[in-house]
């Protein structure tokens, strides 16, 4: 990122090469949402994209948008849920250190964003997928996407899925996967409102005026410096900053060398534009976790660290598990697992058979497999042994994993090695308003910019829950577009 | 922080109350060395201090400066080191992400830097405290203080004591502790410099001219805003964000009501300063963690998390168990040791006999004494048992602490309630060169100002060896003093 980032005043402005109301950088979830509200709001808007089309991180993901509080989908299924139960979990996955507005507000409008989604065109189908999975394999419409029916948040809160996932065709990524259904509606809602688009533009800095407020963007399109003129605000929803090697390194050095699942174009842009007139950040450390594992598989087996200790609840979001291996355990995690187990996990259905790795040692004894394995002696054997006594009761007092998954660990056993299997994406970025202001060191919004989705630090700061990217990018994108209509 | 943080252009100041070619803001550590390197450079200073004197959190701190190499401490002592093997700890233990060229510079510096310290009055006794300890409990000069001789790192690096304390007359910390001892003679050559000192000063904000070149510092004198110009530079040197409830929460929520070596002048204005000029942070997240337990007592028994496991060789550095307390096992912590072992930990001499507490529970039995700390039925059981069976063979292949602490634990069995026991500072803070100029967001210096000390993100990424913050903000506040007189 080598071109200049400092603000440029308005008045070395020479040409305008493209204006309107309102300017959004970045076609992906929170730009499509901002484009949409400011549009319906009156303003002109103009979109504009670094790549060839609309789409952005959101249109390759799954899809998944996390919504409860009793939303239409919950109803239809029969699952009870309330904003302030969402909140109550919300704050207590998410964090430490969540944004408590910012979740009061995403929880207490969650209802009417499911259905603006709904009115918009996203296609969410009626029926619930219960299994232990990173996705639906098929194509239903909601699951448990957080641990919210997991130790320790199933005592803490009462259990609803929130995953809304929109309807698929054949994939479950890319073209027709679920996040592709997501963003093609939202994008043509957005065309028949008449929203202009510039594509191959990549943003470069802010423009100010003699009073600091944001008035446009100075761009490269084609590779020619071009200036756009925002007459009320400049909405960045540009993504996140996981492709930014030197980013990462200075604000979240766990992910070094992991991006996982995000594109190249989140180069952290946006944020660095921000910043360079004064904006603030939060929760730069934060990062989703991905683990290579299939959740039918650890459901139904131990996860043990590099000292053989278990530390997770393994029927809990495979997210929450990827967090805990890599930034509590060393990113070292074996699944101890039986022959049994193993064939009944595989023989499930599953989002990811792919995740269903060979086991790498097998033995008779677990004696044996802690020496193959070479956890020093007697680490592991205490480990079965103490799991297996209460898994005898159907128990799991060390770490509440649910009854109907605990089963004593028998003879043959294997165990699979998931050590490094963990890759991630940025959660932090500018710190904004329950409006989408972004907000000056000062404390007080920068007048003119506006920003949403991946480049803000949103609803979580430390935990995830799969949905809250694409939750909290078009919740907050709308805000945006509000906003910056208003001017 | 209410007031404005905007930057004032040059053009708008109308009277400069006070100038200097190099202004210093704050009169701590990292402060007194930048001012004595610029006047020796020939620069006239000003050092512009909120409080009434000189002093900072350094006067109030236990003293120990991170340095090695070889000094001649060091090999007054007989102790073997270099450069490279102190380079090698460094990496492997202050990261994950520490910044490689800082530990570089620092390490290849360590040496003159120490026997600057000492050509500057600072006096070193030469003698070694080798006990488990947070700080020396006499006047002794040396002592292992990030956990060197214990495992992961004597096994990365050879194990040298790098923690150089000054020699202090009958308290360990404030009037005649090792902080006092430092600071005392270096203020004293600031002063023989005729540098001059302005006190009751709070920085409030930059001044830049046109061209974007920091040239003076908003502060308010008494009450009354004054204008303090610089001629050749600004240097920033005024303390962590550790008492700044915002930025904590935001950027170290983990830190949440726990501030703890730190001083209530550490509110993080300098970073909000220089980041409203667009000025780059790095480790934001970074903490130091204290651990309110005796290391006498916890090198003699074993620590466990709230499942009853182990998780940290006990005879390592205490801020490394509290780091992995606090940020790694949620902050549960209990310390499980016999009768035997209890009583010797006690008559051994410690610095922090306060923090030997009467245990909460004791048994006859670890399968009593587990039930009474109410962990689940086994798990303490089989921790005892894994530690017991190697430990009658005098190791501890689990975690690696050192023979001449490991011995099996025999009833009657004590526990002591180390839960919530952490408090800490922030590390995070301004990026800056190995030149301690502070970068802008596009990579670039910003011209005119330099910062250091725990302003800055220094040779500390997520890790921590205590004397590391009054080593980088000594050596890297040098460095600001001499960048800065250069203009």
């Known amino acids: 990122m080598p071109s200049d980032l400092h603000p440029l005043p308005a008045d070395q402005v020479t040409t305008w090469d493209h204006e309107a109301d309102v300017v959004v950088a970045g076609y992906g979830i929170a730009g499509v949402s901002a484009a949409i509200e400011a549009a319906r709001a009156g303003a002109e808007v103009l979109v504009l994209e670094r790549t060839g089309g609309w789409g952005g991180a959101a249109s390759l993901s799954g899809g998944i948008v996390y919504l409860g509080g009793g939303t239409g989908l919950q109803k239809a299924l029969g699952f009870d849920d309330t904003a302030e139960n969402m909140k109550t979990f919300m704050l207590a996955a998410l964090g430490p250190g969540a944004d408590e507005d910012k979740i009061a507000e995403y929880c207490n409008g969650s209802v009417a964003h499911y259905d603006w989604l709904v009115d918009n065109g996203v296609v969410f189908k009626e029926s619930f997928w219960g299994e232990p999975g990173w996705e639906v394999p098929g194509d239903d419409g909601l699951m448990y996407s957080g641990g919210e029916n997991s130790a320790p948040f199933n005592e803490i809160a009462t259990p609803a899925p929130r995953g809304h ?13 679920g996040g592709f259904m997501l963003m093609q509606p939202l994008s043509q809602v957005v065309e028949s409102l008449g929203v202009r688009a510039e594509y191959d533009v990549r943003v470069q800095r802010l423009i100010v005026d003699g009073d600091g407020r944001v008035v446009g963007i100075v761009a490269k399109q084609y590779g020619k410096e071009v200036c756009v003129r925002a007459r009320r605000g400049v909405v960045l929803a540009t993504g996140s900053f996981a492709y930014n090697k030197e980013m990462v390194a200075a604000y979240a050095p766990q992910l070094n060398g992991r991006p996982g699942a995000a594109i190249e174009e989140h180069d952290g842009r946006a944020i660095r534009m921000a910043q360079a007139l004064g904006a603030d950040l939060a929760h730069m450390d934060a990062t989703e976790v991905a683990f290579f594992g299939d959740p039918q598989l650890m459901a139904r087996g131990i996860l043990v660290n590099g000292r053989g200790q278990r530390y997770v609840p393994e029927d809990t979001y495979p997210g929450r598990i990827g967090q805990l291996t890599l ?73 509440g994993k649910k009854s109907e998954w605990v089963k004593p660990i028998e003879s043959p056993f294997a165990a699979l090695d998931l050590r490094n299997c963990t890759a991630g994406f940025t959660l932090g970025g500018l710190r904004t308003t329950v409006d989408s202001e972004v907000l000056h060191v000062s404390g007080e919004p920068i007048p003119g910019l506006y920003a949403a989705g991946r480049c803000t630090s949103g609803v979580c700061a430390w935990g995830y829950a799969s949905g809250t990217s694409l939750g909290d990018g078009s919740f907050f994108g709308r805000r945006a577009g509000i906003s910056a209509a208003k001017g």
């Open 327 to 399: 930034l509590k355990n060393d990113n070292q995690a074996f699944l101890v697992i039986d022959e049994v187990a193993y064939e009944k996990g595989c023989a499930a259905t599953s989002s990811t058979p792919f995740f269903r790795f060979r086991p790498k040692w097998v033995a008779e004894t677990v004696e044996e497999l802690e020496s193959d394995m070479g956890l020093p002696t007697g680490t592991l054997q205490a480990t079965v042994e103490v799991y297996n006594r209460h898994a005898a009761q159907g128990s799991d007092p060390v770490l």
């Open 165 to 177: 996932v929109p309807q698929m065709a054949d994939k479950r990524t890319g073209e027709k996967g």
